[in-house]
């Protein structure tokens, strides 16, 4: 005849002493609580493994941690695993592995590693930009956060103070980034889908503005300003330097000596440094030649051709020429990024043609089948145009001497 266990309860359990040696209550069905000469209880479920037909136990928690009735559902949960094959000590290790993997895969830690991939197809510049707005708005609100946690009225709620100082590129750009991000996560099977698809449209959109740059006619005004601008060296012939060759300020402010052949008088900027990372060549005028020779006894023994004052071994900071500009009292009215447009209104009122201004912008054609065909950068033609660029510049000093 089967032996018939007595159910435990609480009070039962609560009562229990301990012994010199450990000894077993039965709850029946399998379920136990062990009691410990040290007065720890322990709940076990001892079965039969499903495909080896040995008994063993599965150590469920300590009581009063793990309730009776919590531990008597956990053992009815295990029957039903066992009566489908399953043994659930295997199942409790699985869904352990899978709850630490979650853990560990916090949006901090899968930023990094989408991070590792984006930056090299990016400026050192634009990384760094990147990393930073994450670090100042987002890391310190979903740093720990597992990316399975990760929902859209959660990141809207940190977005929207952003949105209420009226910083609405800093939301757009940022919501961008945390799209990647999630769009990383989900293509490596980190998250089923990327919950942030759509929450731009629970934000304002930021107007679209031009950037601020001079007309060609108010060319002299600002070599009159630079002349006559109490500016360090370095910085006015950085400034002009940018305008002659029409280059982006990281570009500009990041000019190395070992890109320069002045044999040849081309100036290459590797693609690591590109917007669009291919490499841009790019004329030398006999104006930018006489600039690098103002240069060398500043900066000729050293990397960079516009060294930075707190530390000669790196370059300007690429916001110098901006600051300078407001210094100069063009704030509002010219920024950094405007000599490229002054020089391209310039140059299309000459009617020089289009492709040969594009190249000098190192802009990429937006007609993907015809950018991936036109490779060439028209270096030999785009040189009279340079030199045109240049002496039209000295044009202008002249025009207010």
């Not at 410990?36 to 080896?52: A, E, R, V």
């Not at 054609?365 to 950068?377: I, P």
Request: include cysteine; charge should be positive.
């Amino acid at each position: 005849m089967a032996k018939i266990t007595t159910r435990l309860s609480d009070k039962e359990i609560k009562a229990a002493k301990p012994r010199n040696k450990e000894y077993i209550l039965s709850d029946g069905g399998g379920l136990r609580i062990r009691i410990k000469p040290n007065g720890s209880k322990l709940w076990l479920f001892n079965y039969t493994h499903p495909k080896k037909r040995k008994r063993t136990n599965l150590g469920l928690g300590k009581y009063p941690d793990l309730s009776l009735a919590n531990a008597r559902r956990i053992a009815l949960d295990s029957k039903a695993l066992i009566a489908q094959g399953i043994d659930p000590q295997e199942n409790k290790k699985r869904q352990q592995q899978e709850h630490e993997a979650i853990q560990q895969n916090t949006f901090l830690k899968v930023s990094k590693e989408w991070f590792a991939i984006k930056q090299d197809d990016i400026t050192a510049n634009h990384a760094t930009d990147i990393w930073r707005s994450l670090e100042l708005h987002i890391f310190p609100n979903l740093n720990n956060t597992p990316v399975t946690a990760i929902t859209a009225p959660k990141v809207i709620e940190i977005l929207k103070p952003i949105e209420a100082r009226g910083n609405l590129e800093t939301v757009k750009r940022l919501i961008q980034r945390l799209n990647e991000i999630m769009d990383f996560a989900t293509n490596y099977g980190l998250v089923t889908a990327n919950p942030l698809t759509g929450i731009k449209s629970a934000f304002k959109k930021p107007k679209k503005a031009n950037m601020a740059t001079l007309q060609p006619n108010e060319l002299p005004e600002l070599i009159n300003a630079i002349d006559n601008a109490s500016i360090k060296h370095t910085t006015r012939f950085l400034i002009e330097w940018q305008l002659h060759t029409m280059t982006r300020p990281s570009e500009a402010a990041g000019t190395r000596w070992d890109e320069i052949d002045l044999e040849a008088k081309v100036w290459t900027i590797p693609p690591a440094r590109m917007k669009k990372r291919r490499k841009h060549r790019i004329p030398l005028t006999e104006q930018t030649i006489a600039l690098l020779e103002k240069m060398k006894p500043i900066s000729g023994s050293r990397e960079f051709v516009f060294p930075s004052d707190r530390d000669p071994l790196k370059p300007c900071n690429n916001q110098t020429v901006n600051m300078a500009l407001k210094r100069m009292g063009f704030e509002g009215w010219l920024v950094s990024h405007g000599l490229r447009s002054l020089a391209s209104t310039t140059l299309n009122e000459q009617s020089f043609e289009a492709d040969l201004i594009e190249a000098a912008l190192a802009h990429v054609d937006s007609n993907q089948v015809r950018s991936a065909y036109n490779r060439t950068d028209y270096l030999e033609r785009r040189i009279p145009m340079m030199e045109w660029w240049s002496n039209h510049i000295v044009t202008a000093r002249k025009s207010i001497q």
